[in-house]
């Protein structure tokens, strides 16, 4: 499975931005997704995950309640949309796919820079 990332950006804080990730695989609906942000200097860390039966979700603390992550299965593609954005949200977002069964993520995008900054 193939994934890209993509609408990053420079936006201010307070703003808000939806990020998108496609994917060109046939059984998209049975993969979990994630969103994972890596900060300037610092470890990669798992932002939000939509399960394969969409109905449910994750949400790191750091986000709960400011992020949604949603998927469309018919358009093969995740959004994470990201409201009250902080300078803290500043980093290259991944996304990133596990098939049914498997214990971690093997699939990755190349990655989207959002940069918060007034």
């Known amino acids: 499975v193939q994934l890209q990332a993509f609408g990053g950006g420079l936006v201010q804080p307070g703003d808000s931005l939806r990020i998108s990730c496609a994917a060109t695989?046939?059984?998209?609906?049975?993969?979990?997704v994630a969103w994972f942000r890596q900060p300037p200097g610092r470890e990669r860390e798992l932002l939000a995950a939509?399960?394969?039966?969409?109905?449910?979700?994750y949400y790191a603390d750091s986000v709960k309640g400011r992020f949604t992550i949603s998927r469309d299965n018919a358009k093969k593609t995740v959004y994470l949309q990201m409201n009250s954005l902080k300078p803290e949200d500043t980093g290259v977002y991944y996304c990133?796919?596990?098939?049914?069964?498997?214990?971690?993520?093997?699939?990755w995008g190349q990655g989207t820079q959002v940069t918060v900054s007034s």
């Open positions: 990133a796919a596990k098939f049914r069964g498997e214990s971690s993520y093997n699939h």
């Open positions: 695989v046939r059984t998209f609906s049975l993969y979990t």
């Open positions: 939509v399960y394969v039966s969409a109905a449910s979700a």
